[in-house]
């Protein structure tokens, strides 16, 4: 497997080599593949005998609770000490996406001698001292992979699951148009490294808790169809999660089902949450979302991107996003 940015890896590469105390942080409501690759790395420089601190801001879905090492994640707690060698963040397109503690994020970016800053999203902020960034990649688990093979680490079994379990989620089962020949090729590997294969398809896609189940009924009974058939939208408000006694870790997946309707083109999922609305959006053929999130300050892939927004109703959110979404002749 070749690597695009063989400049970028390398630098990665030596500060790997001659960092001694890392910081790792997945984004803000962490999905399998920023948690994929946080925790491969994380195991990585353990093994290595490097000092690392794993740290996600917000709380997990207990669907991911089958993913080794995870309870090993520092959550919502800040280290003591915020001098680390090295940084390194996963999916974080900007900084604001690390951490809601501006203060305590701040202290440990300034006092950092290296920010290894690793995404695969089209709109990502350069504040690394190395930005790895790659849109044609399908995930920052496939990234984490082609970087142990530049420097031909040991990939554990929990390793080659956690990176599985990654890529597989974000190439929604290998659906997306993100999937390339180097993603099968990379899962191949991963699954012959001992990648548990069977057990993540049987815990991400074979399982529903009752609060995801209640929130997926709502979504359907709230779901409209617009634009001739090509527009599938809905919505889920802060009574809706209280009523049914769920949060937002239970909404995960939901949007991928409105693209099953024969005809629809274009999904969208909104979510009333505690201090802000968030919009996920989908895709399929050629209708390129992300167009449309960077319009409301999000981004993301042409077949999925998503935003979020503290400034307006979910209503007024909803009314104009209906309006962006349009087809062109």
Same mark, same amino acid.
């Given at each position: 497997? @070749? #690597?695009?940015?063989?400049?970028?890896? !390398?630098?990665?590469?030596? $500060? +790997? &080599?001659?960092? %001694?105390?890392?910081?790792?942080?997945?984004?803000?409501?962490?999905?399998?593949?920023?948690?994929?690759?946080?925790?491969?790395?994380?195991?990585?420089?353990?093994?290595?005998?490097?000092?690392?601190?794993?740290?996600?801001?917000?709380?997990?879905?207990?669907?991911?609770?089958?993913?080794?090492?995870?309870?090993?994640?520092?959550?919502?707690?800040?280290?003591?000490?915020?001098?680390?060698?090295?940084?390194?963040?996963?999916?974080?397109?900007? @900084? #604001?996406?690390?951490?809601?503690?501006? !203060?305590?994020?701040?202290? $440990? +970016? &300034?006092?950092? %001698?290296?920010?290894?800053?690793?995404?695969?999203?089209?709109?990502?902020?350069?504040?690394?001292?190395?930005?790895?960034?790659?849109?044609?990649?399908?995930?920052?688990?496939?990234?984490?992979?082609?970087?142990?093979?530049?420097?031909?680490?040991?990939?554990?079994?929990?390793?080659?699951?956690?990176?599985?379990?990654?890529?597989?989620?974000?190439?929604?089962?290998?659906?997306?148009?993100?999937?390339?020949?180097?993603?099968?090729?990379?899962?191949?590997?991963?699954?012959?490294?001992?990648?548990?294969?069977?057990?993540?398809?049987?815990?991400?896609?074979?399982?529903?808790?009752?609060?995801?189940?209640?929130?997926?009924?709502?979504?359907?009974?709230?779901?409209?169809?617009?634009?001739?058939?090509?527009?599938?939208?809905?919505?889920?408000?802060?009574?809706?999660?209280?009523?049914?006694?769920?949060?937002?870790?239970?909404?995960?997946?939901?949007?991928?089902?409105?693209?099953?309707?024969?005809?629809?083109?274009?999904?969208?999922?909104?979510?009333?949450?505690?201090?802000?609305?968030?919009?996920?959006?989908?895709?399929?053929?050629?209708?390129?979302?992300?167009?449309?999130?960077?319009?409301?300050?999000?981004?993301?892939?042409?077949?999925?991107?998503?935003?979020?927004?503290?400034?307006?109703?979910?209503?007024?959110?909803?009314?104009?996003?209906?309006?962006?979404?349009?087809?062109?002749?």
């Amino acid at each position: 497997m @070749k #690597n695009k940015f063989t400049k970028e890896v !390398k630098q990665i590469s030596k $500060v +790997l &080599k001659t960092g %001694k105390s890392f910081f790792i942080a997945v984004h803000k409501n962490p999905d399998p593949d920023t948690l994929g690759a946080g925790l491969a790395m994380a195991e990585y420089l353990k093994n290595k005998k490097k000092k690392v601190y794993l740290f996600s801001d917000d709380q997990l879905s207990d669907k991911f609770s089958f993913m080794p090492n995870i309870k090993k994640i520092n959550v919502a707690k800040f280290p003591k000490t915020e001098k680390f060698d090295v940084i390194i963040t996963f999916e974080c397109s900007s @900084k #604001n996406r690390i951490s809601d503690n501006k !203060k305590n994020m701040d202290n $440990v +970016l &300034k006092n950092a %001698k290296h920010i290894l800053n690793i995404d695969h999203h089209i709109v990502c902020e350069r504040y690394g001292t190395v930005n790895y960034i790659d849109a044609n990649i399908s995930s920052v688990s496939e990234m984490v992979f082609g970087i142990f093979q530049h420097i031909k680490a040991s990939i554990t079994k929990s390793m080659a699951t956690n990176l599985f379990t990654g890529i597989s989620t974000d190439t929604n089962r290998f659906l997306y148009q993100n999937t390339s020949a180097s993603t099968y090729e990379v899962a191949g590997k991963l699954k012959t490294l001992g990648a548990d294969a069977d057990k993540i398809n049987t815990e991400m896609y074979q399982k529903r808790s009752l609060e995801s189940t209640r929130i997926m009924a709502r979504a359907l009974t709230n779901l409209e169809i617009l634009k001739n058939g090509k527009l599938a939208i809905s919505q889920i408000t802060k009574k809706d999660f209280k009523e049914l006694k769920a949060n937002n870790n239970h909404s995960e997946g939901v949007v991928n089902n409105f693209l099953m309707i024969p005809g629809v083109e274009v999904a969208v999922f909104l979510k009333e949450e505690a201090k802000e609305i968030s919009a996920n959006l989908r895709s399929k053929d050629k209708f390129d979302v992300s167009k449309v999130a960077v319009k409301f300050g999000g981004g993301g892939h042409k077949r999925a991107s998503g935003f979020k927004s503290s400034h307006k109703k979910l209503a007024d959110i909803k009314q104009k996003l209906i309006k962006e979404i349009k087809w062109t002749k």
